[in-house]
């Protein structure tokens, strides 16, 4: 079992950043794929970026490429999503995933990959 817990989300300025926390439970956590997904109203929940927990590879969504980071400390059992250059559109609840295994990149994208989820943290982006 995988409890997660997110944080640091909030309101800025375009242009500005945030940095999200995963903070996970569970003996498998350090060793399990971690992915960020965001839901904007309206919209279909998207992925955002993925590390893997054997190797550390990261993946990232087309919309948040080379702004975005994604990053696992394993002594800490957390998660984290540096948020830079922030954009109007990037505002949505965000969401932290845990899966098992090795999924394939492809798979690694898919929400129904990931068995445990959390609460969500909002993230608002306006002047």
Known sequence: Q???VESGGGSVQPGGSLRLSCAGSGRTFNTSPVAWFRQAPGQEREFVAAARGSTGMTYYGDSVKYRFTVSRDNGKNTVYLQMNSLKNEDTAVYYCAA??????????????????????TQVTVSS
Do not use: D, I
């Not at 295994?101 to 959390?118: D, E, K, Q």
């Open 2 to 4: 995988v409890q997660l």
């Open 99 to 120: 899966g098992s295994g090795s999924p394939t990149s492809s798979f690694l994208r898919y929400a129904s990959t990931y068995t445990y989820w959390g609460q969500g």
